[in-house]
Structures are given as C-alpha cells and as structure tokens.
C-alpha cells in the first residue's frame, strides 16, 4: 500500500499563508485523485479541496478563493497553498490520495486509498 507523507504545517498569525505538500511513493501506477481534509478539535473531519484526474478542482465554501489545490503528477504530490488564513483554519489537514498500485503481494495492479499522518496548522495571532 503506498505511503503519504505530509510537510508544511505550523503556526501563522491571521492573513499569513502556509503551504502543505503531501507525497505519495510506493509502486504507484496511476491516480485518480487527490484531496485535503482538516478537523479541528471536537468537529468532524472535512474535505477542505479536491483534485481529480486533469484539471478538476473542487474547494468547500470556507476556502474558495483563499485556498489553492494543485499537484505535480511527475512526483506523486499535491499541494495547498493557504492564503488570508483566519483563526477558524486552525485544525489538523490530512491528504488523502486515492489510484491504483502495483502489488508485489498478488503480481498485479490494485486500488488503494491512503491517507496522510497529518499536520498541524495553527492560525493565531
């Protein structure tokens, strides 16, 4: 099963920027897309922005036009890039990269779904 690995998270006071990547190794073949959660303490996790295959993109209302999705498919990598980040930003982001992979285990290709371990971001002045 491929494997995330996420950077970028930190504190940032109010109107700052951050930007996270998230990239995905192990045997990839393909992916179909790619996508940023967060969940902030005591609410559920939500989908925060979307990438599917070409050059869909997808943002939940709270981000539109402060938040932008965007990935390298040569690196297996996705990005978002945070502007005017506001206190109510705060909260743990997760990617999350769904394709398929080469599976040594059964001599072929497989679908996974991987998540992220996550990273803080912090908006607070």
């Known amino acids: 099963q491929p494997q995330l690995v996420e950077s970028g998270g930190g504190l940032v006071q109010p109107g700052g920027s951050l930007r996270l990547s998230c990239a995905a190794s192990?045997?990839?073949?393909?992916?179909?897309?790619m996508d940023w959660y967060r969940q902030a303490p005591e609410k559920q996790r939500e989908l925060v922005a979307s990438?599917?295959?070409?050059?869909?993109?997808n943002y939940a209302d709270s981000v539109q036009g402060r938040f932008t999705i965007s990935r390298d498919n040569a690196k297996n990598t996705v990005y978002l890039q945070m502007n005017s980040l506001k206190p109510e930003d705060t909260a743990v982001y997760y990617c999350?990269?769904?394709?398929?992979?080469?599976?040594?285990?059964?001599?072929?290709?497989?679908?996974?779904?991987?998540w992220g371990q996550g990273t803080q971001v912090t908006v607070s002045s």
């Open positions: 990438s599917t295959s070409g050059t869909n993109t």
């Open positions: 999350n990269v769904e394709g398929t992979y080469y599976s040594s285990s059964y001599g072929k290709l497989e679908d996974f779904g991987s």
């Open positions: 192990g045997s990839i073949f393909s992916i179909y897309r």
